[in-house]
């Protein structure tokens, strides 16, 4: 076809899936009505702002003879969020901060930049979002800034492209990737062709003069605008930043990680000066725990390497209706049907008439086998109506015979219950050998979920 004709694309707003029609479900990422229209011109589908190099080819290598460099990293200065990004940020590195509006994605990198410039490193903020005024009276509450860190408001990629060329800076910060466009690309500001575009040219950039990136991408229900996933596979770093935005608290977990690891969250609490690292998230998932109320159990829980002891509340009564009701908040719904199914078979009780809700407090969500257990005690309290101790805690993942399994890092769990001022703690059988060693806590060991319970009495 001739150059400059244009061309109509399905686009799927969530991940990306291009179609050449349009359909209800998306078969990338199975959602509904996600696919939007967009008229693009011929030329734009050559590819993601990199023009092919012509000439020179690529010739395999030996991969042990491939030079190490040294990966040069930068501390933020926020310990919470140099763990998620596996120890600072990597210098060239391109970071997408994913989460809901209004979460603290601004705020958060606002806090960074104020303290690599502080630090001494030039740093550049460019908004799209709000104005110079707006940024300073946040940035105000956040604190002073030093000489390094400059501001930026401004939408079109080109003018980006040839400040960052000019000033080159050590560390950009896009805020957000939705508002940025490429006068080349004819898609709207927010489009899925448009995110790409003025992502692949960021990447050029920060590959190229070694600027360490940072996007900032809302997360939209409505699909009006393309959604972080759209970008995942093209950045090194993908966080996102969760908690419900009406509570103070929130985790940034690692989602996708070049550079380390992705079982990493850190905690944050939102406060009146910007955001505040919390150092010790199982004290702080655990404030304000019920005393000697039934159906609450702590849970100790490993979120990458580290323990944290959260609270599980359940709720069980009798149903009203035919078909009773379930509800699972924090943690996986059918995994709560299922763990109910096996206490029903496996120890009589009689369950199956019974509404349930389980929470698992402080806004966090696990996914972790391990939990299972404090699951089940949970739900055996509150269906005989007896407290169980506030010094006790449990983990282990059980089975469908009712067996109770051993799991990872057992000893570093019953530490962190020790730590926090905990008794006892009930723990699979197999793992009772190496908990043992840690004084000042007795460690039960159980086989199963009837002799869980027979310790409960
Ligand atoms: P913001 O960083 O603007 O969110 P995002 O960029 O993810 O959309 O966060 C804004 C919210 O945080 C806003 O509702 C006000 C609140 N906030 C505080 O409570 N304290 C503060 O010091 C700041 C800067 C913001
Ligand atoms: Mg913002």
Same mark, same amino acid.
């Given at each position: ?256 990680? /070049?550079?380390? %690891?992705?079982?990493?969250?850190? *905690?944050? @609490?939102? !406060?009146?000066? $910007? ?5 010790? =998230? ?122 109770? /399994?051993?799991? %990872?890092?057992?000893?570093?769990? *019953?530490? @962190?219950? !020790?730590?926090? $001022? ?5 723990? =699979? ?29």
């Amino acid at each position: 076809m001739a150059k400059g004709k244009t061309a109509t694309i399905f686009y799927c707003q969530s991940c990306g899936y291009e179609s050449s029609k349009w359909m209800g479900q998306c078969p990338g990422c199975r959602e509904w009505n996600t696919f939007v229209e967009e008229v693009v011109s011929r030329s734009d589908l050559k590819g993601t702002g990199t023009q092919r190099r012509s000439g020179e080819k690529e010739k395999p290598c030996i991969l042990s003879e491939v030079p190490v460099l040294k990966e040069d990293r930068v501390l933020t200065g926020i310990g919470e969020l140099d763990r998620v990004l596996g120890g600072g940020i990597v210098q060239g590195s391109m970071t997408l901060v994913g989460g809901d509006p209004g979460i603290g994605k601004s705020t958060l990198l606002l806090q960074v930049c104020r303290n690599l410039a502080e630090k001494g490193h030039r740093v550049l903020y460019i908004s799209g979002e709000e104005s110079k005024v707006q940024i300073k009276m946040r940035a105000d509450r956040i604190g002073t800034f030093s000489r390094y860190m400059a501001l930026l408001c401004e939408t079109d990629l080109d003018i980006i492209e040839e400040v960052i060329r000019q000033e080159k800076p050590e560390m950009v910060v896009i805020d957000s990737i939705q508002t940025m466009y490429r006068g080349e690309v004819s898609a709207a500001p927010g489009s899925v062709s448009q995110v790409r575009e003025s992502t692949g040219v960021l990447m050029q950039l920060a590959k190229g003069l070694g600027v360490s990136v940072f996007i900032v991408g809302h997360v939209t229900k409505e699909g009006t605008v393309a959604g972080p996933r759209v970008l995942e596979h093209m950045v090194d770093t993908v966080l996102y930043f969760e908690g419900d935005r009406y509570a103070s608290y929130r985790i940034l977990r690692g989602v996708k990680n /070049r550079f380390g %690891s992705t079982n990493e969250i850190g *905690v944050f @609490e939102m !406060q009146d000066q $910007g955001l505040a690292e919390v150092q010790n =998230p199982s004290e702080y998932m655990l404030s304000g725990r019920p005393e000697d109320a039934s159906g609450s159990v702590a849970a100790c829980t490993m979120e990458g390497t580290r323990p944290i002891l959260v609270e599980i509340q359940a709720l069980v009564c009798r149903s009203n209706f035919g078909i009773p009701r379930r509800q699972a908040t924090g943690t996986d719904f059918n995994r709560v049907n299922l763990l109910m199914a096996v206490l029903e078979k496996r120890s009589g009780m009689a369950l199956s008439d019974c509404d349930a809700y389980v929470n698992i407090t402080g806004g966090i969500r696990i996914q972790e086998p391990a939990v299972d257990l404090g699951i089940v005690l949970a739900v055996i309290s509150s269906f005989r109506n007896r407290a169980i101790g506030p010094k006790l805690a449990a983990f282990g993942e059980v089975g469908l015979s009712g067996e109770v /399994r051993g799991v %990872s890092m057992a000893k570093l769990r *019953v530490a @962190e219950a !020790q730590k926090l $001022g905990f008794d006892t703690c009930i723990v =699979p059988m197999v793992c009772v050998e190496e908990c043992r060693k840690i004084k000042g806590i007795k460690v039960i060991g159980v086989k199963n979920v009837q002799e869980a319970m027979d310790f409960l009495g």
